[in-house]
T-cell receptor, first 116, second 111 residues
Framework: DGGITQSPKYLFRKEGQNVTLSCEQN?????MYWYRQDPGQGLRLIYY???????QKGDIAEGYSVSREKKESFPLTVTSAQKNPTAFYLC???????????????FGSGTRLTVV | KQEVTQIPAALSVPEGENLVLNCSFT??????LQWFRQDPGKGLTSLLL?????REQTSGRLNASLDKSSGRSTLYIAASQPGDSATYLC??????????FGTGTRLQVFP
């Protein structure tokens, strides 16, 4: 079955460490997205990529980095510069260039990151 | 800048009730609107996607309507069940293949 896989489900980070969250999709979607979810604040866009080897900052990109070397993969690195990284991170993918017949986002199951 | 608001933030109803969740957006120039369900600690599951040319979509006990001119969408849940308890989020899309999300309505259906 096609879908998006995020790993790990839970991740613990020590102060000053960089950690990388994995997101892999086999839906043949061109676009991939990373969102952060905090209680009461909804989903905020961190980074997105609409094509391999290209990506753009979202609303809260500071302290994060991404790469898009393969169509299927869009890993997110939470760097030590991110001062408040504890949150639930969600990856999504979608087709592109098919408006007005776009078929929306497909989400992964999320990674919960905690600073210890 | 597009802003999406969902009211109420939380809702608690007895089993069997029909209920309506509301979503409003400030910029009516949207291409689509998507409703999601999120269970605690889980990812988002797509429920319904409405293209801008459509006025409603139905799936089982769920019906979503869209009124672009007034900047509103509603999600109607018929004959609610305890298994419907979750957070429901709406999101609107412009011409960039990106969605802007509301903060959600947390629904509890009690037996």
């Amino acid at each position: 079955d096609g879908g998006i896989t995020q790993s790990p489900k839970y991740l613990f980070r020590k102060e000053g460490q960089n950690v990388t969250l994995s997101c892999e999709q086999n839906l043949n979607h061109d676009a991939m997205y990373w969102y952060r979810q905090d209680p009461g604040q909804g989903l905020r866009l961190i980074y997105y990529s609409q094509i391999v080897n290209d990506f753009q900052k979202g609303d809260i990109a500071e302290g994060y980095s991404v790469s898009r070397e393969k169509k299927e993969s869009f890993p997110l690195t939470v760097t030590s510069a991110q001062k408040n990284p504890t949150a639930f991170y969600l990856c999504a993918s979608s087709r592109t260039g098919v408006l007005p017949n776009w078929n929306g986002y497909t989400f992964g199951s999320g990674t919960r990151l905690t600073v210890v | 800048k597009q802003e999406v608001t969902q009211i109420p933030a939380a809702l608690s109803v007895p089993e069997g009730e029909n209920l309506v969740l509301n979503c409003s957006f400030t910029d009516s120039a949207i291409y689509n609107l998507q409703w999601f369900r999120q269970d605690p600690g889980k990812g988002l599951t797509s429920l319904l996607l409405i293209q801008s040319s459509q006025r409603e979509q139905t799936s089982g006990r769920l019906n979503a309507s869209l009124d672009k001119s007034s900047g509103r969408s509603t999600l109607y849940i018929a004959a609610s069940q305890p298994g419907d308890s979750a957070t429901y989020l709406c999101a609107v899309g412009g011409d960039t293949d990106k969605l802007i999300f509301g903060t959600g309505t947390r629904l509890q259906v009690f037996p």
